[in-house]
């Protein structure tokens, strides 16, 4: 079946530093390709996405870019803020019948940046 | 706009009770899903609805679960009788019917069993 596959944590970072959280996805046709964010007491929120193959998504000064040939969709960001810390998913979803489909989520990381 | 809506946020129950958890959508969603995180792990899912009825409901673990939605508005998820491995956060999310479009979460329920 699908599934989604996220760099191992905790992640630990000093304010401005760079960020890359390695995802890789196995998934037949084409997903589309999720990063969701879980900021301390709240729930999950839609961070970036891209739907195809080379689609670049960016939000907040991240970026991930869906490549298909090495099945992956790393996020980056240039430098990071203390606002930043939360825990970062990587998902997928298929369309069914046209229709939306289920997320297929890795285990997530959290990510502390300190002052 | 309200967004998705869960209740209880917390709930410690002993082990053979009985929980009932609430997912409010946003309004005029027709899509409904219910996921769970286990300490550590993927977020893992549950059921789909579409409107009132059971799109897929391949990720519910065993018929001590039971997922309804009243007249394609509100839903619950039941767990009778808990047990220790159901502890987790449970969450719910909607999405238009509009495919692509993006899925809106909840904050989700901890469920604690002891």
């Known amino acids: 079946g699908d599934s989604v596959t996220q760099m191992e944590g905790p992640v630990t970072l000093s304010e401005e530093a760079f960020l890359t959280i390695n995802c890789t996805y196995t998934a037949t046709g084409y997903p589309s390709l999720f990063w969701y964010v879980q900021y301390p007491g709240e729930g999950l929120q839609l961070l970036l996405k891209?739907?195809?193959?080379?689609d670049k998504g960016s939000n907040k000064g991240f970026e991930a870019t869906y490549r298909k040939e090495t099945t992956s969709f790393h996020l980056e960001k240039g430098s990071v803020q203390v606002s930043d810390s939360a825990v970062y998913f990587c998902?997928?979803?298929?369309?069914?019948?046209?229709?939306?489909?289920?997320?297929?989520f890795g285990k997530g990381i959290t990510l502390s940046v300190r002052p | 706009e309200a967004g998705v809506t869960q209740f209880p946020s917390h709930s410690v129950i002993e082990k053979g009770q009985t929980v009932t958890l609430r997912c409010d959508p946003i309004s005029g969603h027709d899509n409904l899903y219910w996921y769970r995180r286990v300490m550590g792990k993927e977020i893992k899912f549950l059921l789909h609805?579409?409107?009132?009825?059971?799109?897929?409901e391949s990720g519910m673990p065993n018929n001590r679960f039971l997922a309804e939605r009243t007249g394609g508005t509100y839903s619950t998820l039941k767990v009778q009788p808990a047990e220790l491995e159901d502890s987790g956060v449970y969450f719910c999310?909607?999405?238009?019917?509009?495919?692509?479009?993006?899925?809106?979460f909840g904050q989700g329920t901890r469920l604690t069993v002891v």
């Open positions: 891209a739907t195809k193959a080379d």
């Open positions: 609805f579409v409107k009132e009825s059971k799109q897929d």
């Open positions: 999310a909607s999405s238009p019917w509009v495919r692509g479009t993006e899925a809106f």
């Open positions: 998902a997928l979803s298929k369309a069914v019948n046209g229709a939306n489909s289920k997320l297929t």
